[in-house]
């Protein structure tokens, strides 16, 4: 679904951003949103990756239905109480949006990863040696 260079882009991308904080990012990746809304699909993946149980509860999901071109941003209640909730990932949202619709998906991507991850550091700093990857970098593909 997304070209190799894409893919290795987004998870140093999210290697990245994750030395910076303690925080969490992932990315979804699927042909076509299984839900009428992709917000419901997004929060949905969030659950089944785990990502809400992260010990601060700072974790992010980028999610993309590539054929529907259809996208949603879920944080967990740790960033969301820092960032202000629905408002701010729709800001995100809206940025990415600009770049998807240009054809820009590697630029897109990791420039939202990379704000995402200025957000995490600014309300969840890395501290040093206690700061430890709970999640794969990786995308994660489904159907």
Not at 13 to 20: G, N, Q, S, V
Not at 67 to 73: H, R, V
Not at 117 to 122: E, Q
Request: negative net charge; charged residues 30%; hydrophobic residues 35%.
């Amino acid at each position: 679904m997304l070209p190799r260079d894409v893919q290795e882009a987004v998870a140093a991308a999210i290697a990245a951003t994750e030395r910076l904080s303690t925080g969490e990012v992932r990315v979804y990746v699927e042909s076509h949103c299984k839900l009428v809304n992709p917000i419901e699909r997004c929060e949905q993946i969030f659950v089944q990756l785990k990502m809400h149980e992260t010990a601060e509860r700072n974790g992010v999901l980028l999610y993309l239905a590539i054929k529907d071109k259809q996208f949603a941003i879920a944080g967990d209640k740790g960033i969301n109480d820092k960032v202000g909730g629905n408002k701010y990932w729709e800001t995100k949202a809206e940025k990415l949006s600009s770049y998807l619709s240009k054809g820009y998906f590697k630029e897109g991507i990791c420039s939202c990863v990379e704000e995402i991850g200025n957000s995490l550091a600014l309300h969840f700093p890395d501290r040093g040696l206690e700061n430890k990857n709970e999640l794969p970098d990786e995308i994660v593909f489904g159907k």
